[in-house]
């Protein structure tokens, strides 16, 4: 017979096992200027990234991954600090020209590197400002959607607001924690069942 505490307990270590995902588990693609990423590329960027961040290493005459400061209050997944890292198409960033287009991580939410958006040169207002690329999510199983855009936009120009994290329920952070409580809510009630 399984009790409570099992479940719990394997509510918990499934968690855990995304949590490395957090940022990109409903990403389907990316779209910076005229380029867009698969997931595959966001999550090899990413994972790059944060290697290196974690091996106190840098590759690239500008020295990636650095820290980015978001002077533009570009709208995040999750609060700062924040490193920055090119995103390429072919393979992951080793040196050379990076290209304009970036994946934004914090090297520490919830003791773990994550993804929390991409953004671009392309189309930025100021010489060497960025804007945010659109992400495509994946539609989830059995909502009858194949997918849905939405897109984390923010004005450079805009005024400063005090917080430049968004709203955790839009982010792939909050998507993340979704995740965990809608498997937890359904392990307990199929071991009520039991």
């Given amino acids: 017979m399984v009790n409570l505490s099992s479940i719990i307990a394997a509510t918990a270590l499934y968690a855990a096992a995304f949590t490395v995902a957090q940022g990109t588990t409903s990403l389907s693609s990316l779209s910076c200027g005229s380029k867009t990423y698969t997931k595959q590329q966001v999550d090899d ?3 790059e990234g944060c290697k290196l961040f974690s091996n106190n290493q840098q590759v690239g005459r500008q020295n990636y991954p650095h820290k980015f400061n978001n002077f533009e209050n570009l709208v995040f997944a999750t609060s700062g600090p924040y490193q920055e890292f090119p995103i390429i198409s072919n393979g992951v960033f080793t040196g050379g020209s990076p290209g304009a287009d970036r994946v ?19 189309g930025a207002p100021t010489n060497n ?12 199983p059995g909502t009858g959607s194949g997918s849905s855009t ?19 329920e839009g982010s792939g952070a909050g998507r993340m924690a979704s995740l965990g409580q809608g498997l937890a809510i359904g392990l307990m009630a199929w071991a009520f069942v039991l």
């Fill in 45 to 47: 960027a990413v994972a």
């Fill in 104 to 122: 934004v991580f914090t090297p520490n939410y919830q003791g773990q590197c994550v993804y929390v958006g991409a953004m671009t040169h392309t």
């Fill in 129 to 140: 400002g960025f804007v945010s690329c659109s992400e495509k999510s994946a539609g989830r």
């Fill in 150 to 168: 939405s897109s984390t936009t923010s004005s450079a120009t805009s005024a400063p607001t005090g917080s430049n994290t968004a709203s955790p």
